[in-house]
Each structure stands twice: as structure tokens, then as C-alpha cells.
């Protein structure tokens, strides 16, 4: 079956610093690897997608995501993080018609 | 611009009522969703629709019908059956096939007075 895992609730980091925040895919085939976003009180909105090509996608307000096939992994990341960074992260897999998304991680930076 | 609206932004319901949020998209999207988010939760599918006059339930449609009249709307009516609906409900759409990914409305929250 097809799954989408965020090991981590939260996580926190100084602002400054750089971020990680996890995703691990299973699914057959080449999946379709995305990230969102979600401030408190709005709609989740689009970060970057990995499809195919290069394995470092660039997304908006300076992320970026690292897909690594042989660990089924699609870690999002940034070199210097932000106190305005802090919101809810989504990772998600299309497979045919429907996104699966992960639980969230919470990413909390400290100035 | 193109995109998909939800109304209202805040909605009370009281015991024992039916309420309906409404969810308009421009995007010629064939498919749409309602998802349910619970306080620093993650999302929970209700309904889903991939064409006109046909849905099929999610992991929680008890409580909840929907309805797709028209393409560019997918309306979500919370009965009274649902015993504990006050959540911050989503609504997105996406094209059927292909590599992209969903549209979000800023979502409506519900909360039972």
C-alpha cells in the first residue's frame, strides 16, 4: 500500500540555522513526491514537487527537498531558517488519482 | 485570478442542526476533496469527487453528504448525525491525471455553540 511517514511531531531549530524535516514514501513504481505548507487558520499551500530529473528540487521562499530513491526518502530542507518558517509541514505522494499525505511536522524556529 | 474559494471563513452551528460549506473553484478541475483537520492534527479525507453527479466516501463520511451539481462546486453539509464536528474543514481540487498536485481553499472552522 501505498504510504506516506513523518517520523518527527516537531521540530525546532534556531533561527539561522539550517532545517531539516523528514518524509519517507513507500510505493511501487516512480512516485510523485510534494511538499505544502500550512500557517495557522489558512489552507495548505504549495512548496515544491519532485517528479523526475535532478534529485534537489527548489521550492519557494528558499526550500528545497532532497529525494534519495535507494532510501525512499524526500527530506525538506533550508540553509538558514527563519522565525516566519514556523507552521505545520506536509509531505505527500501522488499515485494515479489521489495525494497521500504524512501527519505533519510541526517545525517551530526560536529567534 | 484562478483558484478555489471557501465561505464562510467562520460557522456556527448549534445542537442538532445541519450546515453546509460552500467550496467554488475556477480552475477546471475535474477532481475535488473535503478533508477534516482537528487541532495540530493532520488531515482526514470526507468525500471526494472526480466528475459531475458522482462521490465516493473518504475514511470519515459519517455524519457528512456532499453533492456535485456542477463542476466548479462541491458543497459539504455537516448533519446532525456528526456527534463532534467542530474541526477546520479543507476543501481542494486537482486535475485527474498527471504529475500536479492539489489546490487548497483557506478553509472554513466550525464550532458547535
Known amino acids: 500500500a501505498q504510504s506516506v511517514a513523518q517520523p518527527e511531531d516537531q521540530v525546532n531549530v534556531a533561527e539561522g540555522n539550517p532545517l531539516t524535516v523528514k518524509c519517507t514514501y513507500s510505493v511501487s513504481g516512480n512516485p510523485y513526491l510534494f511538499w505544502y505548507v500550512q500557517y495557522p487558520n489558512r489552507g495548505l499551500q504549495f512548496l515544491l514537487k519532485?517528479?523526475?530529473?535532478?534529485?534537489l528540487v527548489k521550492g519557494s521562499y528558499g526550500f528545497e527537498a532532497e529525494f534519495n530513491k535507494s532510501q525512499t526518502s524526500f527530506h525538506l530542507k533550508k540553509p538558514s531558517a527563519l522565525v516566519s518558517d514556523s507552521a505545520l509541514y506536509f509531505c505527500a505522494v501522488r499515485k494515479t488519482d489521489k495525494l497521500i499525505f504524512g501527519t505533519g511536522t510541526r517545525l517551530q524556529v526560536f529567534p | 485570478d484562478g483558484g478555489i474559494t471557501q465561505s464562510p471563513k467562520y460557522l456556527f452551528r448549534k445542537e442538532g442542526q445541519n450546515v453546509t460549506l460552500s467550496c467554488e473553484q475556477n480552475?477546471?478541475?475535474?477532481?475535488m476533496y473535503w478533508y477534516r483537520q482537528d487541532p495540530g492534527q493532520g488531515l482526514r479525507l470526507i468525500y471526494y469527487?472526480?466528475?459531475?453527479?458522482?462521490?465516493q466516501k473518504g475514511d470519515i463520511a459519517e455524519g457528512y453528504s456532499v453533492s456535485r451539481e456542477k463542476k466548479e462546486s462541491f458543497p459539504l453539509t455537516v448533519t446532525s448525525a456528526q456527534k463532534n464536528p467542530t474541526a477546520f474543514y479543507l476543501c481542494?481540487?486537482?486535475?485527474?491525471?498527471?504529475?500536479?498536485?492539489?489546490?487548497f481553499g483557506s478553509g472554513t472552522r466550525l464550532t458547535v455553540v
Open positions: 480552475l477546471n478541475h475535474d477532481a
Open positions: 481542494a481540487s486537482s486535475i485527474l491525471t498527471g504529475n500536479d498536485g492539489y489546490t
Open positions: 469527487s472526480q466528475i459531475v453527479n458522482d462521490f
Open positions: 519532485y517528479i523526475t530529473g535532478d534529485n
